[in-house]
């Protein structure tokens, strides 16, 4: 995938996350992108630790683990700001 579409695939999955798992974050548009697209390497990880095999391109369970990812990215952030 190219580089807007891995931007664009980080949005979605960053706002679903935020979504999901409401709260009261500070950041706008970039920092929920960002949000999407590291928790999308992060559920990448989880998936491939859990035997779901490699993440290699766009579909639904890549999606499922980006969002996956990426409210993890979003619980780990909460505990360290102490929220």
């Known amino acids: 995938?190219?580089?807007?579409?891995?931007?664009?695939f980080g949005l979605i999955a960053g706002v679903l996350a935020k979504w999901?798992?409401?709260?009261?974050?500070?950041?706008?548009c970039i920092v929920t992108i960002i949000l999407g697209v590291?928790?999308?390497?992060?559920?990448?990880?989880?998936g491939v630790f859990l035997g779901m095999g490699?993440?290699?391109?766009?579909?639904?369970?890549?999606?499922?683990?980006?969002?996956i990812g990426?409210?993890?990215?979003?619980a780990l952030y909460r505990m360290v700001r102490g929220r």
């Open 20 to 28: 999901i798992f409401p709260g009261d974050d500070p950041g706008g």
């Open 38 to 46: 590291l928790g999308a390497f992060v559920g990448g990880y989880i």
């Open 54 to 67: 490699q993440v290699d391109g766009f579909d639904i369970r890549s999606f499922f683990l980006a969002v």
């Open 1 to 8: 995938m190219g580089i807007l579409s891995w931007i664009l």
């Open 70 to 74: 990426a409210i993890v990215l979003l």
